[in-house]
């Protein structure tokens, strides 16, 4: 079921069995075999308007799980950082979530794997019993 407080933000909510989320040549792909019913919501410049925040976000409704999308070039700890001020401004409105982060880069510096920032995220993604990808150009999701 969408959230109703951000209807207008709503891209789409079916059962669809591929989902692509894409931006300048980086995107993430949910493979949907069993036809799970997903919306997916414009949070940048829609659900949110001001501060930081992330790109998109993906829900599996019946599963009760969230994916916070940020397509991003280079500034990995900035995605982090998108991602982390979006799920504490939305955590209220999806408390029965699993809070799961994905960043697409367009490349992935080892370093900055080890941020402090990466790892703050990561503990309050692994309470929810959510995780964070970090991955270069794409990534493929099957739910």
């Known amino acids: 079921m ?3 407080a951000w209807e207008r933000c709503l891209e789409y909510n079916d059962n669809r069995s591929l989902v692509t989320v894409e931006e300048n040549g980086r995107g993430i792909k949910f493979i949907n075999n069993k036809r799970k019913k997903v919306a997916l919501y414009r949070v940048d410049g829609c659900i949110l308007t001001e501060g930081i925040k992330c ?4 829900l599996i409704n019946e599963d009760k799980r969230a994916f916070f ?3 991003k070039g280079s500034d990995l700890e900035k995605a ?3 991602i982390s001020k979006t799920i504490e401004q939305l955590q209220p409105y999806l408390r029965e ?3 799961e982060g994905r960043i697409i880069t367009t490349r992935v510096r080892t370093p900055a794997l080890k ?3 990466i790892i703050r995220l990561q503990k309050i993604l692994r309470k ?3 995780t964070l990808n970090i ?3 794409s990534d493929e999701v099957t739910i």
């Open 135 to 137: 991955k270069a150009k």
């Open 115 to 117: 941020s402090t920032y």
């Open 128 to 130: 929810t019993g959510g």
């Open 80 to 82: 982090v950082q998108q």
């Open 97 to 99: 979530y699993v809070l």
């Open 55 to 58: 790109d998109f976000l993906f």
């Open 2 to 4: 969408p959230i109703q």
């Open 69 to 71: 999308i940020e397509l």
